[in-house]
């Protein structure tokens, strides 16, 4: 029995590590997932590179066409962008 006694505190800091720090992170990744999966055409986006610019095109599951600027057209890989900062509604049917 003394053996189990000397295993409750690591036990019970396993426990508060995951509800503080791997519970949450779980959160944020499944967060930007859904994020990621809702991107369309006409969305503004910011990418982990701090690059800003506007989706044109959404090319397949993996990669989506960023217009930067004037005629300024880049392949980014979805799951760089870090937020989107302006979301456009779908169209009306």
Known sequence: ?????????????FVI????????????????QKMVEALRRGDQVVTQGGLI??????????EIEVELGEGIKVRVVK???AQVTSKTEPAAS
């Not at 029995?1 to 800091?13: K, N, R, T």
């Not at 610019?53 to 993996?62: A, E, R």
Request: proline share 5%; glycine share 4%; aromatic share 8%.
């Open 1 to 13: 029995m003394e053996a189990v006694g000397q295993f409750i505190p690591l036990i019970l800091i």
């Open 53 to 62: 610019g506007k989706v044109t095109k959404v090319k397949d599951d993996n």
């Open 17 to 32: 590590m995951y509800f503080l720090l791997i519970r949450p992170q779980q959160k944020k990744l499944k967060d930007h």
């Open 79 to 81: 799951s760089t962008i």
